[in-house]
């Protein structure tokens, strides 16, 4: 069994969106889990994010927690939304610098490293996070099944 955690800034709209289609789509042994490295516990995801998964019927209940090292040490791979989300985890957490990536890094995507976050922003903002989350986590699958 792999244990995969999404990690963005406050696990409301894109890891909660991210862990989501991850179980959606059913990878076999996989375990997803979601954190924020600020995040405040206990929130539900943003509405829109829900408004999105709902749309594409995908269930979700999400309630938002803070980043732990029990996560880190739960995770054989975690996967950031940005650069900075990577670089604060390898360095509050440096043994765990071998297992994080960004979601970008992971599935070889050339550029720019970071997810835009839609946070604030309109539904379309987050439709559009969500085709690129759902992209992004179609190659991951491939790669963590082989």
């Given amino acids: 069994m792999q244990h995969v955690l999404f ?8 890891s ?3 862990e989501a289609i991850l179980k959606n789509k059913k990878p076999g042994e996989v375990e997803v ?3 924020g490295i600020y995040a405040a516990n206990g ?9 999105v998964l709902d749309d594409k019927q995908i269930s979700h209940n999400h309630r938002s927690q803070m980043l732990t090292a029990a996560a880190v040490e739960w995770a054989d791979l975690i996967l ?7 670089f604060a985890i390898q360095q509050q957490f440096p043994h765990a610098v071998m297992k994080v990536f960004t979601l970008k890094e992971y599935t ?11 946070y604030g922003g309109s539904l379309e903002m987050y439709q559009e996070t969500y ?7 179609n190659k991951a699958i491939k790669k963590l099944n082989k």
């Fill in 16 to 18: 909660p969106m991210a």
């Fill in 131 to 137: 085709r690129e989350l759902e992209e992004l986590i």
């Fill in 108 to 118: 070889g995507e050339p550029g720019s490293q970071d997810v835009v976050d839609p």
């Fill in 43 to 51: 929130s539900e995801a943003s509405t829109h994010a829900k408004q």
């Fill in 80 to 86: 950031t939304m940005t650069s900075s989300h990577k």
């Fill in 7 to 14: 990690v963005c800034t406050g696990n409301t709209c894109r």
């Fill in 33 to 35: 889990m979601s954190a």
